[in-house]
């Protein structure tokens, strides 16, 4: 059956425009883009979504979540992280290895793509571990890893130490067309902390992590970036010297890229007084100046993607005193009127936050997806902006509830995701 999304306004991140159009959809791809009003359907068998005061764009891209499956199903599932993205507005994620056990094999990326079959939700992309066990010591095997579905690798959540293992990963990476995401952190100094490292920490007593740990091996990264001249992108910024070194990476055209998390642009560390363990995360909040520098980084472009890092956990983890409490909030279902903030206070355009949560991530992992033009697969979302509304534990459907923004107003949230033509999810029905 073919479906007509009518009286929405089509935002087109890769062309950078937001303008009133129709969409044909027919055979699970975008047959025509036409103006608004301009297509009579005269065949009975077509299917109208009235998208009116809302807006049309194409699937999100999480190129960072964490779906627990295997090992830990208790926290999540590949069903139900699915299902919390397809919520969110996502079509593709991207899961990180660091499961029971690590995906640093064939037979485990096999499963993470067969489960992600049986849910029949959003596109999952496995990424695979750097290294065995994800303990940095030995490369796993790049190529087997890419033909059994890998998009790309990361030892997220323990970062590479040893800077000759990681040297061979970006070239061998390189070689098999597989992107590079660094845990950049330095465990030295941040082993033992629980927030950033700062006035805050100093007055409530907690351990803290310095801003260093985490500029220390971004640094790393690009100077190995420049030696091999293989791509490198950095997860989860979180500091303003980090995005100054990425910014002048950029400069030199060192092959960099970066992303942030919502929480990131949202919080800091102010938010831990009251020992909320939801905003104990890796890296942590930092501070105001971080905040608005993480800002200023996407506005000009040095950061290019806003991924959520999703990291669910039981409150089995979270219920407990701050310093015992682990490190993850879950963000697949905020990711979008968070990021939305950014367009209403003018930090960016509204294509241009799109891009940075679709086309672009799918690019660094270098699938298809971001896109909305006629002969593109329909992955797309229809999101109503103004939609005012406060967060309650009702409305999550990870299987994980542990964020800081459960009773806080949100604006903006996703009403229907399609993939491939098929509705997957939708808001109301």
Not at 95 to 119: G, H, Y
Not at 284 to 295: A, F, G, Q, W
Not at 369 to 379: C, K, P, Q, V
């Amino acid at each position: 059956m073919a479906t007509l999304i009518k009286n929405g306004e089509v935002v087109d991140p890769e062309k950078g425009t937001v303008k009133k159009a129709d969409l044909i959809i027919e055979k699970g791809v975008i047959e025509k883009i036409v103006p608004q009003g301009s297509f009579d359907p005269k065949r009975s068998n077509i299917r109208i979504i009235d998208a009116s005061k809302k807006l049309i764009v194409p699937g999100l891209v999480d190129m960072h979540v964490h779906l627990r499956e295997p090992g830990h199903e208790y926290k999540e599932t590949i069903a139900t992280g699915a299902m919390a993205g397809v919520a969110g507005g996502f079509s593709a994620l991207a899961c990180m290895p660091n499961t029971l056990p690590p995906n640093d094999c064939r037979s485990v990326t096999e499963f993470i793509i067969e489960q992600a079959k049986k849910a029949g939700l959003c596109r999952i992309y496995p990424v695979a571990a750097i290294t065995m066990g994800q303990k940095g010591e030995t490369l796993t095997e790049f190529g087997d890893l890419k033909r059994a579905g890998a998009k790309a690798v990361s030892d997220d959540g323990f970062p590479v130490v040893n800077s000759e293992v990681m040297r061979r990963c970006l070239e061998y990476a390189s070689f098999q067309g597989l992107a590079v995401i660094s845990h950049s952190e330095d465990t030295a100094l941040s082993t033992g902390g629980v927030m950033h490292e700062g006035a805050v920490s100093t007055r409530i007593g907690l351990a803290g992590i310095p801003a260093a740990s985490e500029e220390i091996m971004v640094y790393r990264e690009i100077a190995l970036a420049r030696l091999t001249g293989c791509p490198v992108h950095i997860a989860h910024v979180s500091t303003a010297n980090s995005v100054d070194l990425i910014r002048r990476a950029k400069e030199d055209h060192i092959p960099v890229t970066a992303e942030t998390a919502p929480h990131y642009f949202t919080l800091d560390h102010s938010a831990v007084i009251g020992y909320d363990t939801n905003t104990k995360m890796n890296p942590p909040l930092r501070t105001e100046k971080d905040v608005e520098e993480i800002k200023r980084g996407l506005k000009e472009g040095v950061i290019d993607v806003i991924a959520t890092d999703h990291a669910p956990h039981s409150m089995l983890e979270k219920h407990l005193e701050f310093d015992k409490a682990s490190f993850g909030i879950i963000g697949l279902e905020t990711a979008l009127p968070l990021t939305l903030n950014l367009v209403r206070e003018g930090v960016l355009k509204l294509a241009e936050a799109i891009r940075k949560l679709s086309c672009n991530p799918a690019n660094i992992l270098g699938i298809d997806g971001g896109h909305l033009f006629e002969g593109a697969i329909a992955d797309l979302a229809i999101i109503d902006s103004d939609d005012e509304y406060v967060l309650q534990e009702k409305d999550i459907h990870s299987k994980s509830k542990n964020t800081p923004f459960i009773g806080k107003p949100l604006k903006g949230r996703n009403d229907l995701t399609m993939i491939g033509g098929k509705i997957v999810w939708q808001r109301n029905g």
